[in-house]
């Protein structure tokens, strides 16, 4: 039997026009409901932008949100999957952890809400951005931003997504350095990032006490399945929750951490379930043998469905 992870994009992956069949299919998730929550309509915005709208923190976030549990809670209807396990890439988590049965879908994207305006608040005080170091792993680019720091700098790690996919966060001054001096720390490229602020990071410390507050009125449920922490890189524990996500405002997303947990606990399916398909991506790198697949939009269940049945039959009779 196959040991099945689900996993939830964040912040990067919405593009205009994401999401039109799930208004259809789940209205009273996506309609009246998420729109007085979020003080928006989410169809127009989503369908329509413009985009510069759409990509700000304060509403991606939300959408992402909201559109990955859609298109989940779809898929499991579809199916009936039981997963083995469960993780979000930063904003997925809180994904994840409704899926989960942690939390309610109303209580999370008021949280999420709450949590995408107080990130794009602090991201406003300070000129700052992210860049992806390519070919370097975490020990490296610790090193770098060590050198970094040691010049009066403020760069840091913020996510650790691959083998050889490390992102860093820090001032402006801070990325200009990084890419005049990238080629004698040894690293092979610099991609700077098209994001508001460096999340993740020591910047994002003005948004944790409103997120802190919030979280402290959540009682968190019971978990269908594991979920994995951003923060810990392992299954989330009763009374660490809250904690954790306010951390993980300001610590590094350990990703490929959490992915090869996940394979160290019997997962050998991943499933990307939401806009996009970076976390599918993320976990061919990270867990090569793993079996991959993307559900981006509800048409792709189908597919991915039979392939997974075909996968338990050809196993089946592996077996026999």
């Keep these: 039997m196959r040991g099945v992870g689900i996993l939830f994009p ?3 992956s919405q593009s205009v026009g994401m999401g039109a069949g799930l208004f259809e299919a789940r209205p009273e998730l996506l309609g009246d409901r998420a729109d007085e929550i979020l003080g928006f309509s989410l169809r127009t915005l989503c369908l329509e932008g413009p985009e510069d709208r759409l990509t700000r923190t304060e509403n991606a976030q939300p959408a992402l949100f909201a559109l990955s ?9 579809e199916s009936g999957l039981s997963p083995a396990g469960a993780a979000g890439h930063s904003l997925g988590e809180y994904t994840a952890l409704t899926a989960g049965g942690l939390i309610d879908f109303d209580s999370a994207l008021s949280l999420v809400a709450l ?3 107080a990130m ?3 991201a406003n005080l300070e000129d700052s951005g992210m860049a992806a170091l390519l070919g370097s792993d975490r020990a490296g680019a610790e090193e770098v931003c060590r050198v970094r720091r040691g010049e009066g700098g403020r760069l840091e790690v913020a996510n650790v997504n691959a083998p050889g996919q490390v992102v860093v966060a820090g001032g402006r001054d801070d990325l200009e350095w990084l890419a005049e001096h990238s080629s004698r720390l040894g690293i092979r490229r610099v991609i700077p990032l098209a994001v508001s602020g460096a999340f993740h990071s020591g910047f994002m410390g003005p948004a944790q006490e409103e997120l802190a507050m919030a979280l402290e009125t959540i009682e968190w449920g019971s978990p269908r399945f594991p979920v994995w922490s951003n923060t810990s890189a392992r299954p989330h524990r009763p009374g660490e929750i809250g904690p954790l996500l ?4 300001v610590e590094p997303v350990l990703f490929s951490d959490s992915l090869q947990d996940m394979a160290a606990a019997g997962i ?3 499933i990307h379930v939401g806009p996009g398909d970076v976390t599918a991506g993320l976990a061919r790198k990270t867990v090569p043998d793993a079996r991959v697949h993307a559900i981006s939009a509800d048409s792709d269940i189908g597919s991915v469905l039979d392939a997974l049945d075909s996968m338990d039959q050809h196993r089946g009779d592996e077996n026999a």
């Design 246 to 249: 306010v951390r993980q405002l």
């Design 115 to 117: 949590r995408g305006r």
């Design 268 to 270: 050998d399916t991943f």
């Design 120 to 122: 794009g608040h602090a």
């Design 69 to 77: 549990y859609a298109l989940w809670d779809v898929v499991e209807a």
């Design 10 to 12: 964040g912040q990067g």
